[in-house]
């Protein structure tokens, strides 16, 4: 295939190429969109500058397990493949390095490169580990950009940092594990950068993210008022409404990779405030101070709010930032800095807090990639890829002290690939003998040296030149020419400015030496440093109290932290006039200066490690590891400087191309041996091919070119101790071992399918021999058992039998007992009755005597007295006004014994009574009597009447019953004349169907009782309810009543005790729930009518229709409370206003003189209350009591007042009087109103002037524009609730 038609895939399979071919060749293949293209077993990669559909599922699937390369198209998810198979095979260590310049496209390789790979270990049957790793690491790509990532001239989203991602796997290749080392960040761009750049991106991001709550929390206002946000002349932060809503939409995926990374939402307002201290830090402005010689803050308001967001005091961080602390011989000498120094020091400050701010993120990062110990290989290390991503080559108008890093790591990257790539092999080469034409390639060895070199390299001489105090950049800048002048890759600058120039690999860099010391130097003062350890937020003490470990992060101590204040609810603060913290430190710190030094020699200098020094240490680790791996490589190209697509601008690629060593790489690729393997590896894996896999062959010449051979290899060497191959030779000796391999599966697979044969012909016979055998066991084990079943079976028999007969002979001789004892009753009973008979005879007998001794003494004395012709004449008429000997006989009709007796056969028809469970009716002050249902007022008082009509002087007292009112041993006896409530239970409580038909029943049973008993003296009416059966029900006359739990009652006028009642079909949860009913709650009526309540124990008592008012009288006070009454507070549970307000809107809603009665009663005469335990259907609460108002009632009832009711709603509604402006009910008796006061707001009240009676009821807002009159208003919702829910939209006059 010739060059130059963009259809190569890999240049290293071109015979000849110059640098023209291979420059049209890469244009053509941009511009058919092939991106990528092979060097042999290097990839490079041109920026396309859009999106390709490249890089889904389907191309992910067909790039995994690659078997012959040459056969797909040059691809990225490739060389993943590649490393993940070498990885796989060689049990080493991988490492692949993305280079390129700033813009090239190294962050979104890496970002496919870890996907991929993810991708290729995530098999199926695998653990599930790696896909919760894989979601991990494509989300710490993006939160590490919006902290580490900036927009600079050459790139709008540049690392300005160098990462590197190690991934961690098991010995079969399932990912467990990640870690990410971080080093080089740009902290100044923190504090300043070029023009037409931008800061940090998560500045830019909170900005047009927060809310304006959320901005304010952390004391942010306007962003375009920062000093480090503003770019040149611009006056707004954001260059149009477009990169607002980018920056919006990063910032709300940046919230829920914080929240998915680990970070909690307090940690995330954290990291805001924390941005917002730097923001206002470095808005701290300093001028000259006169008086002192230093210096002063002009606008204190930043240091204020910083300090507050900081949690340090306002007063030691102004002393901080304008003075210095040495150190010097173990004396502390402290004096006051100028305007150069306290700049630097801010900054510094600044940069301190954005630097160990990305550390703490980094260290939770690799927390959240923290590898699962279980899936970890038993040796010590473990399989390992490494993803190197380092800011690329850059060259700026103006390049400072960060550009010298990059551009050095960069130089050290091209001189790692060059050893790879040339030197290495070349060395091998020539140390094996083998003979080869001659490669040349551009060393940067030299470089090196000079960058690196100790005591004399460039870095060293910043070291040295930074711990002088008085040092310049001039100074700097002669030590520089002086001691480098004989590398000939450093030249002087003919110019002013103090400038050198440096060729690099990638052409010549000028840089600038102002700035280059202070940069160097990043030295924070002691009492800086002392002040923010004292901060009270727990954030920043552990921030400054932690170390920077080796791979950049932040190891943060695991001990709890000593002080906790957050500062995320800080105050905006508020400054004195007049006042400034700056210029009281500089006065105090000017009184205690011990003396003025000329020039300071800060011994504590010594002990602080440089920028330059720390980053030679970074790079030196970064070597270490890339040198302990198999490297692959990746060359990005960047096709033109405007980031346009399908743009290829031929002089940059090509300086790429020259710089990188392209051409060279090429050539190298084609013509070198880029696999030398020793002779015992070599055999180790592909002896297969040509000697038997458990063959002990002899590492030599011989066999190695017998394997080569056998493989059909062309264009290898062999060394003496080394064999030399070509990029594409390991894949065809993969191959070939497959091919063997398949062949050997295939015998092998054969042979075990004759011996399953056999197996499985051999376990037949023995399965059907085992088969035959156990068949016998079986049927000998069920005749066996068929027998034993038959002689249990009979004996079972015989059994039953002889317990049959025995069975029968026992009912007979029971039969024949019985009917002996049967036999002996009725002759006792007969025996009995003779003698009871007799008995009779006797008594008759006697009576007849007495009778018959009566008469004869009544005959002698009338003989005596008159003469016998009289006594015999008129004897007959006198005897006709004697009682008869029958009627003598009778006994009075009432006497004590047969009251006795009566009263037995009461009980006893009591007791059938309740055993037939009849049903008794629901009548108040009614009692049992012989099955019966009597009014007590007629049966609870008989007096037994005198047979000779002789009045009983002794009182009436009443029965004493059993099971009808209480149980006689507690002592409970209600009589209706002497306490002031009594009670009416039974055995069988009535079952109510639901709330409406059980108020409606009670208020028809209170109605009936008040037309029978007209008792003024009751004010009410309590029914005590077990889920939907009445128990029982009390009358109520003392002004104050208790109610709990108690077993029986200590005062029968004033107590009611609820466990006394007793109820036969309680269910058991009912039973356990009345036990905790214990100490209750008091009522109380007032004067008013009003019925107060308070809960005197713990149990909860709740006021039912608490949450709609419409369907009760309660107070406001009960609905601020939730129904819910409180210890020992008295609430008003009915509120006779509250009555009287339903009555009248009752009739603004019917009409007048259309009031519907019924509705009213069950719904503003009642209360209900649960007590322990209540339940969303009030029917279905364990424990309820209903409390009817007769009060109220009798109100309702009485004409007069109803009448009162109707003029006054007559009165209101003549005259205009505002709803909104009333907040009272109408009051019905005679009081005078009091004087309102105009200026509390509210209205005078009204006197009637026909009687001396208030009404300020809430009236309807009358419109005279338009009629009728529309909606009603109150002040009250709950009034206005009531309306609604009655219908009531519109009132007519």
Known sequence: MEAGTGKVDDLAALAK??????????????????????????????????????????????????????????????????????LLTNKEPQCCVVSGESGAGKTETTKLLVRQIVQLCTKSGSVAASSKLHDALIEINPLMEAFGNAQTKMNGNSSRFGK?????????????????????????????????????????????????????????????????????????????????????????????????????????????????????????????????????????????????????SAEEMATALISNVHLIRGETIVNLKNLVQAGDGRDALAKALYSRLFGWIISKINNKLKPDLSYAPKKSSCPVIGLLDIAGFENFTSNGFEQLCINTSNEQLQHYFNQHVFAWEKRDLDKEGVKTSHISFTNNSEILGMFIERPLGLYALIDEESKFPKATANSLLEKVRKHLIKYSCIKKDKGREPLFTIQHYAGPVTYSVSGMLETNRDTLSQNILECLERSESGMIYQLFSAQFSDNGELSTPNQELRRTKSILMCKQPTLERGKSLSKTAGRKVRQNMKKALKEIQDDSFYKHRTVGSQFQDSLAALMTKLMQCQPHFIRCIKPNNSQASQLFEKKLVSQQLRYTGILETVRIRHEGFPVRLPFQVFLDRYKFISYPLT?????????????????????????????????WHPEQLKLVMERKVRQVVLVQSLVRRFIGCRKVQQLRQILEARKQAQAKSFLMMVAERSQQIHADLKELHNMDVTKHKQSLNDLAREAEESKIREQMIEEKRRKLALAEAEREKKAAELRLAEAQKRIEELETTRKVETPSSISSSSSSGFEDDLPSPELSKEEP?????????????????????????????????????????????????????????????????????????????????????????????????????????????????????????????????????????????????????????????????SHVALNSVENLFRDEQVGKIREYIGKGMQLQIDTEGDIWAKKLGMNDIIVQDHNDPSLSCISEEVIKDRGRLQKDKRVKIFDMKEFRSHVILEMHKAGLGRINLKDLYSRCCIVSLTLVKSSMDIMETPCWINIINLGALRMLRDENVMADFEKELKKIMRSNIDFTKISQLPQIDKQKPKKTDKKKGKLPQRKNQEADKVFVLPEPVLDRASKPVGDFQFKSPRKWAKLKQNGVSQLTE
Request: charged share 25%.
């Open 17 to 86: 190429l110059t640098e023209q071919t291979l420059l049209k060749e890469l244009e053509l293949r941009y511009g058919q969109g092939q991106i990528y293209t092979y060097i042999g077993d290097i990839l490079v990669a041109v920026n396309p500058f859009q999106q390709l559909p490249l890089y889904d599922s389907k191309h992910s699937k067909e790039y995994r397990n690659i078997k012959v390369k040459s056969k797909l198209k040059p691809h990225i998810f490739a060389v993943a493949d590649c490393i993940y198979q070498d």
């Open 164 to 312: 590197y991602i190690e991934l961690l796997f098991s010995d079969r290749g399932e990912l467990f594990g990640g870690r990410v080392s971080i080093f080089l960040l740009e902290k100044t761009r923190v504090t300043g950068f070029n023009r037409d750049e931008q800061n940090f991106h998560i500045f830019y991001h909170m900005f047009a993210g927060l809310s304006e709550r959320q901005r304010t929390s952390v004391l942010l206002t306007n962003p375009d008022r920062h000093r480090i946000l503003k770019s040149g002349d611009s006056c707004s932060i954001f260059t149009s409404k477009a990169h607002q809503l980018h920056h919006k939409a990063m910032f709300i995926k940046l919230q829920k990779i914080l929240t998915n990374t680990g970070f909690l939402q307090e940690d995330c307002e954290m990291i805001y405030a924390y941005l917002s201290a730097i923001l206002h830090l470095t808005d701290i402005q300093f001028e000259p101070d006169q008086e002192t010689d230093g210096v002063f803050i002009t606008d204190e308001y930043p240091l204020h709010v910083s300090t507050e967001l900081l949690g340090v």
């Open 695 to 727: 063959a002990e062959v002899e590492a030599g010449t011989a066999a190695c070119h017998t394997v080569l051979r056998e493989a059909g290899l062309h264009k290898w060497e062999l060394g003496t101790r080394k064999v030399f191959l070509r990029y």
């Open 893 to 1053: 009709k009432h006497t004590w014994r047969k009251q006795r007796a009566n009263h037995k056969d009461h009980v006893a028809g009591l007791r059938n009574l309740l055993e037939s469970k009849a049903e008794p009716p629901e009548q108040e002050n009614v009692r049992l009597n012989k099955q019966k249902w009597v009014p007590i007022s007629e049966r609870l008082y008989a007096t037994p009447a005198c047979p000779y009509g002789i009045a009983r002087k002794s009182p009436a007292r009443p029965l004493h019953l059993q099971s009808i009112f209480s149980d006689p041993s507690h002592g409970q006896v209600y009589d209706p004349e002497n306490v002031s409530h009594y009670a009416r239970q039974s055995s069988h409580s009535k079952i109510v169907v639901n709330k409406v038909e059980h108020y409606n029943g009670l208020i028809q049973e209170a109605l009936q009782s008040e037309s029978e008993t007209q008792n003024k003296s009751n004010w009410g009416k309590l029914v005590y309810m077990e889920k939907s059966q009445r128990c029982a029900s009390f009358i109520l006359t003392e002004p104050v009543i208790k109610i709990d739990g108690a077993h029986y009652s200590s005062d029968p006028s």
